[in-house]
T-cell receptor, first 116, second 114 residues
Framework: DAMVIQNPRYQVTQFGKPVTLSCSQTLNHNVMYWYQQKSSQAPKLLFHYYDKDFNNEADTPDNFQSRRPNTSFCFLDIRSPGLGDAAMYLC???????????????FGPGTRLTVT | KQEVTQIPAALSVPEGENLVLNCSFTDSAIYNLQWFRQDPGKGLTSLLLIQSSQREQTSGRLNASLDKSSGRSTLYIAASQPGDSATYLCAVRRRETSGSRLTFGEGTQLTVNP
């Protein structure tokens, strides 16, 4: 089945130690998104890629970076994780933006990040 | 700035009841509205997607309506089951010249008791 895959499902890192989360998709969608979701809160968009074009949200901390080496993969890099970065990180995809996104966004199962 | 509100924040019902979850948004310039289900510690599962030109969508025991002019959507769940227990999130996709963003509500946590 076509899907969005996130690895690992659970990640534990130490305060200040760089960590990378991975997302892959078999949907061949143009757009990939990274969201941060803290407990009992709504998902918050960090950034998204439309093909190779990177779009950062204005309030996304510099500590968060992303890479998209090809259509299928997208990575979230946290350069120096703090305790406040502990959260669920959700990857999503869509066919395009605006009217091309008519079929909605498809989400992966998420990666739960713990910072010790 | 688009704001999405979901009421109630939590709901507990006995099995078999029909129930309605509410979602309201402040900016009616949207492309579509999506309802998601999230189980504890899991990702989001898309339940229904309503385009801005549509009034409702149905899937099994779920029915979602959209009144764009008043900025409201409802998710109706018929004959609720314990397996329906989860958090339900609504999200709207804004009309923008660039980028594509979903604005989420904070969800309604539903518990269906056997």
């Amino acid at each position: 089945d076509a899907m969005v895959i996130q690895n690992p499902r659970y990640q534990v890192t130490q305060f200040g130690k760089p960590v990378t989360l991975s997302c892959s998709q078999t949907l061949n969608h143009n757009v990939m998104y990274w969201y941060q979701q803290k407990s009992s809160q709504a998902p918050k968009l960090l950034f998204h890629y439309y093909d190779k074009d990177f779009n950062n949200e204005a309030d996304t901390p510099d500590n968060f970076q992303s890479r998209r080496p090809n259509t299928s993969f997208c990575f979230l890099d946290i350069r120096s994780p703090g305790l406040g970065d502990a959260a669920m990180y959700l990857c999503a995809t869509s066919r395009g933006t605006g009217r091309l996104a008519g079929d909605g966004q498809y989400f992966g199962p998420g990666t739960r990040l713990t910072v010790t | 700035k688009q704001e999405v509100t979901q009421i109630p924040a939590a709901l507990s019902v006995p099995e078999g009841e029909n129930l309605v979850l509410n979602c309201s948004f402040t900016d009616s310039a949207i492309y579509n509205l999506q309802w998601f289900r999230q189980d504890p510690g899991k990702g989001l599962t898309s339940l229904l997607l309503i385009q801005s030109s549509q009034r409702e969508q149905t899937s099994g025991r779920l029915n979602a309506s959209l009144d764009k002019s008043s900025g409201r959507s409802t998710l109706y769940i018929a004959a609720s089951q314990p397996g329906d227990s989860a958090t339900y999130l609504c999200a709207v996709r804004r009309r923008e010249t660039s980028g594509s963003r979903l604005t989420f509500g904070e969800g309604t946590q539903l518990t269906v008791n056997p």
